[in-house]
């Protein structure tokens, strides 16, 4: 017994000792255990449990809901906020893209701090140098890598056209490998004895969190650039679902769906499924016929700005549909007219709901691990921003992989953009070898291309 207390303290571990929920009355657990009855501390030892943010609900809320319950406060408190924040949505959608990438860039800041707050809170007793500082400059370091990418990819012509950016843009990514590897260094040298392990444990949970976050939130911004409507559909389908399975689950939820959230019924995951799919139908039909939502995010190097003009693909033009015989005799309709993209918003919808939720049970495994309710109190009744966007990372790396695979072509805009930065011999040499092949394939007479 007197090891097991002293192991904690010889691998930088808190002691046992210290942790009375999870040490003492172990006899008992253990009479538990073999009862079958589940008890978390007994499978958490050597973590210490992270204090319960106070309760910020606005004063003016608490008053005006005073008499009521716990359960319809917390209801109320949940909706008002939520439709403050569907029209902060709103407004910064009006505002457009470049808005839209910098409250992206602002939320996954945010979401970083929380879970490294959380692991700095975890082992707050300990002094661990330079921890803080090397999460934020290896935050640093992955954003310079990935923005880094996206602006050569899609600011190309004027990356191009300045001496500096193109620079820059030519050995971006051995400055990013240099930046990052100073950094390591920075790592081995702050390692002190006997906290060895614990270091390594942050060090790889910054990387782990840099990985959920950073890579995520670098993968909508591309959505973004496909078309605001690859933006707005996949979150607000997300949305919805929360919303939906939430309100099915307070009324009419009886059914446990996982122990991880207790509160989760099957009744609200299949209601909040069916109602997200068809908010998601009509919601692409509202959007598909504005240029301002379907159209790629561009950068005119004219104007130096972004546009979103085009003539819409094929995907966001009205098309007719014969209805199967099943949908026919019960509607009296045999064909439908609907965007294409309508039925890529069923895909969209029916991953939001149903594999979606799971990045919430992931949150919520995490979150239990470590004892924490909420990841922060930053939204009154809703915890941290990191609770709100427990879905959309998800979600964003499904979006991105669906439109690489079923959507996205090759862009002769971007071959243009490369070509044109090649040396002159380089540009001739391509323009020789495809006119050789036009002419092979007969689509280019001998003639004219002797001519």
């Not at 009509?282 to 939502?293: D, E, I, K, P, Q």
């Not at 990191?386 to 979006?399: K, L």
């Not at 439109?403 to 001739?428: E, H, M, T, Y």
């Not at 050789?436 to 689509?443: F, P, Y």
């Amino acid at each position: 017994m007197t090891e097991l207390r002293h192991r904690g303290a010889k691998d930088g571990e808190p002691p046992l000792e210290q942790q009375p929920s999870e040490d003492k009355g172990s006899d008992s657990e253990l009479k538990a255990d073999k009862e079958g009855v589940s008890d978390e501390s007994k499978v958490d030892s050597g973590v210490p449990e992270v204090p319960v943010p106070p309760d910020d609900t606005p004063e003016v809320l608490n008053k005006a809901l005073s008499g009521l319950s716990s359960r319809w406060k917390n209801w109320w408190v949940r909706g008002i906020l939520t439709l403050a924040m569907i029209s902060f949505f709103f407004f910064i959608i009006y505002l457009g893209p470049m808005v839209l990438m910098m409250i992206v860039l602002c939320v996954q800041i945010k979401c970083f701090h929380e879970i490294i707050t959380i692991g700095y809170n975890v082992y707050h007793s300990y002094d661990l140098p330079w921890f803080r500082t090397l999460s934020w400059y290896f935050l640093l370091c992955v954003n310079y890598f990935f923005y880094g990418e996206t602006v050569t990819d899609y600011f190309f012509t004027l990356v191009q056209r300045e001496e500096p950016l193109r620079i820059l843009s030519k050995y971006h990514r051995f400055i990013s490998f240099a930046l990052y590897l100073t950094g390591f260094c920075m790592f081995v040298l702050s390692l002190v004895k006997k906290h060895y392990r614990l270091q390594f444990y942050m060090f790889g949970w910054t990387h782990v969190t840099l990985l959920i976050v950073v890579t995520q939130s670098h993968l909508i911004i591309h959505n973004l650039f496909e078309g605001m409507i690859w933006f707005i559909v996949p979150i607000s389908c997300v949305i919805c679902n929360d919303i939906m399975a939430y309100m099915f689950g307070f009324f009419f939820g009886r059914t446990p769906l996982i122990k991880l959230s207790p509160k989760k019924t099957w009744e609200g995951f299949i209601g909040g499924l069916f109602a997200t799919i068809v908010f998601g139908i009509m919601l692409s039909y509202v959007m598909a016929g504005y240029r301002y939502f379907v159209c790629p995010v561009e950068f005119n190097n004219d104007s130096n700005s972004f546009q979103v003009d085009c003539e819409p693909s094929e995907l966001f033009q009205l098309q007719d549909y014969n209805l199967p015989g099943v949908l026919e005799s019960v509607t009296g309709w045999t064909t439908v007219r609907l965007y294409p993209f309508q039925i890529h918003s069923i895909a969209l919808s029916s991953f939001a709901s149903i594999v979606g939720p799971f990045g919430g049970f992931f949150a919520s495994g995490f979150k239990r691990a470590f004892k924490i309710k909420d990841f922060a109190n930053t939204i009154p009744g809703h915890g941290g921003i990191m609770d709100r966007f427990d879905c959309q990372y998800i979600m964003a790396t499904f979006v991105n992989v669906y439109i690489a695979s079923f959507i996205r072509g090759p862009n002769p805009s971007k071959v243009v953009q490369q070509l044109l930065a090649l040396r002159s011999d380089q540009q001739l040499y391509i323009f020789n070898s495809l006119k050789a092949h036009l002419t092979e394939k007969g689509l280019l007479r001998a003639a004219e291309a002797a001519a």
